[in-house]
């Protein structure tokens, strides 16, 4: 075989670090199911194949309707009788039965032709009635595909180690089950720069390069790739050169990674004496010893919505209670915060029934959520109360978006508390509640709601969102999805303001904290908690402990002003130079490019 063309890929990088090494495409079922051809003998196999598919299905369907009218509301239930009719419906799974011994084709494809042929004319009947089981139609066949795949991929075995992902989309939960082992890398078509899946694949230090279009369309199965996950770079058959220049980049991350160590237990101080918190972001128990290895002083953020997503039913309460426990004790008394379910955007949590929503991350998210289903959020906060008897608990709300909610919440922590406390086995020492800033109106509300609230935490990843209306996971707009656009700076300066004022704690915990340029900006805005991916403490650690508090608050004091938020980033670039770092490839990088101390 000649020698293949290269191509050059130019995406978001989203977890640093330089990988050289063979491809492994992910087959997904997304709204095209791939069509095969059968041999007649494999008819009544395919056949079977189905009918097993579907026993699955209803035996998941009614599982799952089981514990939402248990646990969270049994009207919210019956949606679900109508899936389990569905899926006895001659007219989806008879037809597709027909149709797999007439064409001889693989039943995914064969059933999803179908449910698109029944959705259309349901659809036809232009009834909003008609329409809303089209919903269900959809849901019920791919509910049944994703079992015909799992029977017939068990993908994440078959990914040989060392090889680097090539995938359309990975949502946070495929993300979570990618084996650090197993996979070098990944790079997909889709994704934002502060997607679920990007801050999944920080946490698992997989270098990721997201945001491609079209790279599955150009690389096979064992093709040979170079994925820089800072740079936002990858390669197709690369050259000779590349090749090389590549692996001295990676050599030289892999350097600068080790020259790291010395940092993980030194306090995060600036030259001036200024005391800066250093926090981890964690989504799994399972992170803890990263957590701790990397000198984290507490979690600042544990997200606990990866323990209800990606699974059939809801967890009970001991489960959480045990989960909880775990990372308390592993923490030894070092503060932990756990954050209350944040379902909904780019996180679907299969144990929870939500209607579909046009714009969901401005819809049924996070503490939205939870207010509406009150015994999910109990079902939640009485395994936290459990597990942190006679200490201190922290319970973070997600998404505030107004006073009352807050005032709903306790309401419900309380008769959590009462519930706890009727057991006669002890409440924590301590109960206190904050509020996560990341809705404009909260930021602007900062006082108000610090004057009710025990601590309060900055979620920058939707704070630009939201204050910049750009979808963090969707790339055709990533390039304005700026963190340093001097708004969103003007509404970080006012929350730090309004949380001194009143003498409550603020602390960071978007992804703003480990940027090691924006963890700057942070700091010279006041802030003197950060809570980030595990492994980005120690680097973001080395960059503040080589700076002056006096110049990172000029610095701040300046971008506030700027009129563009490319402005803001070149200032912050000419900062960085003047301290006497070298040239910036990357600022995700910035701490690789400092002097010699
Ligand atoms: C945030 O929004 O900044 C945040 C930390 O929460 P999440 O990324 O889980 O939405
Ligand atoms: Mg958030």
Same mark, same amino acid.
């Given at each position: 075989?000649?020698?293949?063309?290269?191509?050059?890929?130019?995406?978001?990088?989203?977890?640093?670090?330089? @990988?050289?090494?063979?491809?492994?495409?992910?087959?997904? +079922?997304?709204?095209?199911?791939?069509?095969?051809?059968? /041999?007649?003998?494999?008819?009544?196999?395919?056949?079977?194949?189905?009918?097993?598919?579907?026993?699955?299905?209803?035996?998941?369907?009614? &599982?799952?309707?089981?514990?939402?009218?248990?646990?969270?509301?049994?009207?919210?239930?019956?949606?679900?009788?109508?899936?389990?009719?569905?899926?006895?419906?001659?007219?989806?799974?008879?037809?597709?039965?027909?149709?797999?011994?007439?064409?001889?084709?693989?039943? /995914? %494809?064969?059933?999803?032709?179908?449910?698109?042929?029944?959705?259309?004319?349901?659809?036809?009947?232009?009834?909003?009635?008609?329409?809303?089981?089209?919903?269900?139609?959809?849901?019920?066949?791919?509910?049944?595909?994703?079992?015909?795949?799992?029977?017939?991929?068990?993908?994440?075995?078959?990914?040989?180690?060392?090889?680097?992902?090539?995938?359309?989309?990975?949502?946070?939960?495929?993300?979570?089950?990618?084996?650090?082992?197993?996979?070098?890398?990944?790079?997909?078509?889709?994704?934002?720069? #502060?997607?679920?899946?990007?801050?999944?694949?920080?946490?698992?230090?997989?270098?990721?390069?997201?945001? +491609?279009?079209?790279?599955?369309?150009? @690389?096979?199965?064992?093709? %040979?790739?170079?994925?820089?996950?800072?740079?936002?770079?990858?390669?197709?058959?690369?050259? &000779? &050169?590349?090749?090389?220049?590549?692996?001295?980049?990676? &050599?030289?991350?892999?350097?600068?990674?080790?020259?790291?160590?010395? %940092?993980?237990?030194?306090?995060?101080?600036?030259?001036?004496?200024?005391?800066?918190?250093?926090?981890?972001?964690?989504?799994?128990?399972?992170?803890?010893?990263?957590?701790?290895?990397?000198?984290?002083?507490?979690?600042?953020?544990?997200?606990?919505?990866?323990?209800?997503?990606?699974?059939?039913?809801?967890?009970?309460?001991?489960?959480?209670?045990?989960?909880?426990?775990?990372?308390?004790?592993?923490?030894?008394?070092?503060?932990?915060?756990?954050?209350?379910?944040?379902?909904?955007?780019?996180?679907?949590?299969?144990?929870?029934?939500?209607?579909?929503?046009?714009?969901? %991350?401005?819809?049924?998210?996070?503490?939205? +959520?939870?207010?509406?289903?009150?015994?999910?959020?109990?079902?939640?906060?009485?395994?936290?109360?459990?597990?942190?008897?006679?200490?201190?608990?922290?319970?973070?709300?997600?998404?505030?978006?107004?006073?009352?909610?807050?005032?709903? =919440?306790?309401?419900?922590?309380?008769?959590?508390?009462?519930?706890?406390?009727?057991?006669?086995?002890?409440?924590?020492?301590?109960?206190?509640?904050?509020?996560?800033?990341?809705?404009?109106?909260?930021?602007?509300?900062?006082?108000?709601?610090? =004057?009710?609230?025990?601590?309060?935490?900055?979620?920058?990843?939707?704070?630009?969102?939201?204050?910049?209306?750009?979808?963090?996971?969707?790339?055709?707009?990533?390039?304005?999805?700026?963190? =340093?656009?001097?708004?969103?700076?003007?509404?970080?300066?006012?929350?730090?303001? #309004?949380?001194?004022?009143?003498?409550?704690?603020?602390?960071?915990?978007?992804?703003?904290?480990?940027?090691?340029?924006? #963890?700057?900006?942070? @700091?010279?805005?006041?802030?003197?908690?950060?809570?980030?991916?595990?492994?980005?403490?120690?680097?973001?650690?080395?960059?503040?402990?080589?700076?002056?508090?006096?110049?990172?608050?000029?610095?701040?004091?300046?971008?506030?002003?700027?009129?563009?938020?490319? /402005?803001?980033?070149?200032?912050?670039?000419?900062?960085?130079?003047?301290?006497?770092?070298?040239?910036?490839?990357?600022?995700?990088?910035?701490?690789?490019?400092?002097?010699?101390?």
């Amino acid at each position: 075989m000649g020698k293949r063309r290269t191509f050059f890929f130019d995406g978001l990088g989203v977890s640093g670090g330089v @990988v050289l090494g063979p491809a492994h495409v992910l087959e997904q +079922l997304g709204y095209e199911a791939e069509s095969r051809t059968l /041999e007649p003998e494999e008819v009544e196999a395919e056949i079977e194949r189905l009918h097993n598919a579907v026993s699955m299905a209803r035996e998941e369907v009614q &599982e799952l309707a089981r514990t939402v009218a248990e646990r969270v509301d049994p009207q919210q239930a019956a949606i679900f009788d109508a899936h389990v009719t569905l899926l006895g419906d001659p007219l989806l799974i008879g037809r597709t039965e027909e149709r797999i011994r007439r064409d001889h084709h693989n039943a /995914e %494809f064969v059933l999803w032709s179908v449910t698109r042929d029944i959705g259309g004319q349901l659809q036809a009947l232009g009834d909003a009635y008609f329409a809303e089981r089209t919903h269900d139609l959809y849901d019920v066949s791919r509910r049944v595909i994703k079992f015909l795949s799992q029977l017939r991929h068990p993908q994440g075995d078959t990914i040989p180690a060392g090889s680097i992902v090539v995938a359309n989309d990975l949502g946070p939960a495929d993300t979570a089950q990618l084996r650090r082992d197993k996979v070098a890398a990944f790079v997909t078509n889709a994704g934002g720069p #502060a997607s679920h899946t990007a801050i999944m694949a920080k946490a698992l230090q997989i270098p990721a390069v997201v945001g +491609l279009d079209f790279i599955t369309h150009y @690389v096979r199965s064992g093709d %040979f790739l170079i994925v820089d996950g800072s740079l936002g770079h990858v390669i197709l058959n690369p050259t &000779e &050169e590349q090749i090389r220049f590549y692996r001295e980049r990676a &050599e030289e991350w892999r350097r600068s990674r080790e020259g790291l160590e010395e %940092f993980r237990t030194l306090p995060a101080e600036t030259l001036d004496g200024t005391r800066i918190q250093m926090e981890a972001n964690i989504e799994f128990g399972s992170e803890l010893d990263l957590a701790l290895s990397q000198g984290a002083e507490g979690i600042g953020l544990f997200r606990t919505e990866y323990f209800f997503i990606d699974r059939k039913s809801l967890p009970s309460e001991s489960e959480q209670e045990e989960a909880y426990t775990m990372v308390l004790a592993a923490m030894d008394g070092r503060p932990v915060v756990f954050r209350t379910l944040d379902v909904g955007g780019d996180k679907i949590a299969n144990s929870i029934p939500t209607p579909p929503e046009a714009n969901p %991350f401005l819809g049924l998210r996070a503490l939205r +959520l939870s207010l509406a289903y009150p015994e999910l959020f109990r079902c939640q906060v009485r395994p936290m109360l459990r597990a942190a008897r006679g200490r201190e608990l922290k319970i973070l709300l997600p998404m505030v978006s107004c006073l009352e909610e807050v005032w709903e =919440a306790r309401r419900l922590i309380d008769e959590a508390m009462a519930d706890v406390e009727t057991e006669g086995r002890g409440l924590p020492e301590r109960v206190l509640v904050g509020a996560m800033i990341e809705i404009p109106a909260a930021a602007l509300q900062a006082d108000v709601l610090a =004057a009710e609230l025990d601590f309060l935490s900055i979620g920058t990843n939707d704070l630009v969102q939201y204050t910049l209306a750009v979808d963090r996971v969707n790339k055709l707009v990533g390039h304005l999805y700026q963190q =340093a656009h001097p708004a969103v700076l003007q509404l970080i300066h006012r929350v730090v303001r #309004a949380a001194d004022a009143r003498g409550v704690p603020v602390s960071v915990c978007g992804e703003m904290a480990s940027d090691p340029l924006l #963890a700057m900006v942070l @700091v010279g805005l006041g802030v003197r908690s950060l809570s980030m991916s595990p492994q980005l403490i120690p680097p973001v650690k080395k960059l503040l402990r080589s700076m002056n508090v006096s110049a990172l608050e000029e610095l701040a004091e300046r971008l506030l002003h700027l009129s563009t938020p490319t /402005e803001a980033r070149a200032a912050l670039e000419e900062a960085f130079r003047e301290h006497g770092a070298g040239p910036l490839p990357s600022a995700q990088d910035a701490w690789r490019y400092l002097p010699e101390a």
